[in-house]
């Protein structure tokens, strides 16, 4: 490897992205503080326990022990550190605007206990609405105004474009790095900070390895209030492509075309790229309908109206109710029906059931008076804890939710589901239905089983 000089890093915020950072940043060589105020949840890091499912966090945190603190404040190591990347979570509020009381109490505690003369490169990698690196500043700048000090500081936005589930490989392998900064200060510091990953000089971790064909990172640096912007405008743009794709995908079953076919067909497309265009049930998960509502309520602040983005919201949404449709046409009557919904997280390789199509889609049938058979690999719990239906069956198998059953709805695309014998499972259904909400399965295949087969667009 390379000889770099190592920085000393501080992480505030333990959730996908700051623990993801912290861990891939202690790997690569650096000294990483992890902070978080949860005790339970610093302790359980302490003795090497992920608190969040990703693959490959639990080797990665006993391989970066000598390189990794875990504190509950700030105030302890503030002065040895060069770099400060607030990583807490930015909520949305009820009326779409993004909550920034987290962030704004980690800029408060810098100003409380940043040392006089010591230089410090704050960075923002929270999702944030535009403005925010400035609003932090001021912060800052206002707790050392009442200590009499002026400071030695800046802030810089770097966006984060990890995806859960692959939070590592996107970490260590990303096709760009975005430094929103008004100063070279910071611009070289974090180009420091970055330099094992932007010259990929380094040994991969066993279970991250290289992708075979992966390019050197591009370095971009723009103010800061681009890099806020590119951040929303790249959650708005993917999650528009799956909504499009959704949307074409409702035609293609009208004029009797299969909507697979039509996604390659134009992902071959190198100006339109294959990616993103998987048709289903659609979007959930904490990014994009959290970024796309911000991003809205930004235009909403302005006066300046986005119909493009309202209409991909509107198509996700339309996705869920679909599957509703779609039983109604198949199983007739809901009220009294027994449905086996397989998949809670709002994506497979995550426990994550936030904004989950799911939950909407459990929640209407148990409106309608159907009976609900749940599974999910890694989900349960977490679903278990936010939502308490005292009528949901828990399986602990995809076999145990569909016996019975008359219909199962799959939604969540977990490669476990392709795994299971669904020809012994059919002779086990009251009714063979089966809902594909994630176009996993081959229709051809189900069909042969005996099922009357759904998908998106086919
Ligand atoms: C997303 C972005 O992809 C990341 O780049 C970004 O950093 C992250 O949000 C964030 O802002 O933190 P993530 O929410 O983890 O990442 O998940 P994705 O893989 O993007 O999937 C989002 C949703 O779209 C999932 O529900 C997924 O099932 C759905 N999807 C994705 C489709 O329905 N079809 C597709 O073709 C692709």
């Known amino acids: 490897m ?14 996908y992205v700051g623990l993801t950072t912290g861990l891939a940043l202690a ?58 990347i607030i990583a807490v979570g930015t909520p949305s509020k009820q009326n ?14 810098i100003g409380r206990s940043l040392p006089p003369d010591n230089p410090l490169v704050v960075v923002n990698k929270s999702t944030v609405p535009i403005g925010t690196a400035r609003r932090v500043e001021t912060v800052i700048k206002e707790e050392l105004k009442e200590r009499g000090i002026k400071g030695n500081f800046s802030v810089a936005s770097n ?14 392998y990303p096709d760009r790095l975005v430094i929103g900064a008004e100063d070279m200060r910071s611009i070289n510091v974090l180009r420091q900070m970055y330099s094992p990953i932007l010259e990929q000089n380094f040994v991969p971790p066993r279970l991250v390895p290289r992708p075979e064909d992966y390019r050197l990172p591009a370095f971009v640096t723009t103010s800061p209030t681009s890099a806020e912007l590119i951040k929303y405008a790249a959650n708005a743009f993917l999650a528009t492509k799956v909504s499009f794709i959704n ?28 990616s993103f ?20 309520h930004a235009g909403q602040q302005y006066g300046y109206n986005m119909p493009l983005l309202k209409a991909a919201v ?54 309608m008076g159907a009976k609900v058979k749940v599974y ?13 239906y005292q009528e949901i069956e828990y399986a602990s198998s995809v076999e145990e939710a569909s016996r019975e059953a008359d219909a199962v709805a799959l939604l969540t695309d977990w490669e476990d589901f392709l795994h299971v014998s669904w020809k012994d499972i059919a002779p086990q259904m009251k009714q063979k239905v089966f809902i594909d909400g994630r176009n996993l399965l081959r229709e051809e295949d189900m069909q042969k089983y005996g099922f009357t087969y759904r998908g998106f667009g086919c």
Not at 277 to 296: E, I, M, N, Q, Y
């Open 159 to 172: 966006p984060e474009f990890l995806r859960e589930g692959a939070a590592l490989n996107d970490t260590f």
């Open 376 to 388: 999910d690999p890694v989900a349960m719990d977490n679903y278990r804890s936010n939502f308490p």
């Open 277 to 296: 265009l998987h048709a289903g049930v659609g979007w959930g998960g904490s990014c994009f309908p959290k970024d796309t509502r911000s991003l809205l």
């Open 314 to 367: 509107e198509v996700n949404y339309r996705q869920r109710k679909k599957i509703i449709e779609m039983l109604q046409s198949t199983i007739k009557v809901i009220r009294g029906s027994t449905v086996a919904v397989l998949g809670l997280a709002f994506k497979p390789n995550t426990d994550d059931i936030r904004e989950s199509p799911a939950i909407d889609v459990i929640e209407e049938l148990l409106e």
């Open 247 to 274: 949307e074409i995908a409702g035609i293609a079953e009208k004029v009797g075309a299969d909507i697979k076919e039509v996604a390659r067909g134009i992902g071959l497309d190198k100006r339109i790229g294959g």
């Open 96 to 109: 779409g605007d993004t909550d920034l009381t987290y962030v704004e109490k980690v800029a408060q505690e």
């Open 2 to 15: 390379k000889k770099t000089e190592k920085l000393n890093l501080s992480v505030v915020g333990t959730g």
């Open 27 to 84: 790997y690569l060589g650096h000294k990483v503080h992890c902070v978080d105020k949860n005790a339970e949840i610093i302790d359980k890091l302490e003795r090497g326990i992920p608190t969040i499912y990703e693959p490959g966090l639990e080797e990665l945190l006993k391989e970066t022990s000598d390189n990794m603190h875990f504190n509950s404040s700030i105030k302890e190591h503030i002065d040895m550190v060069d770099v400060l």
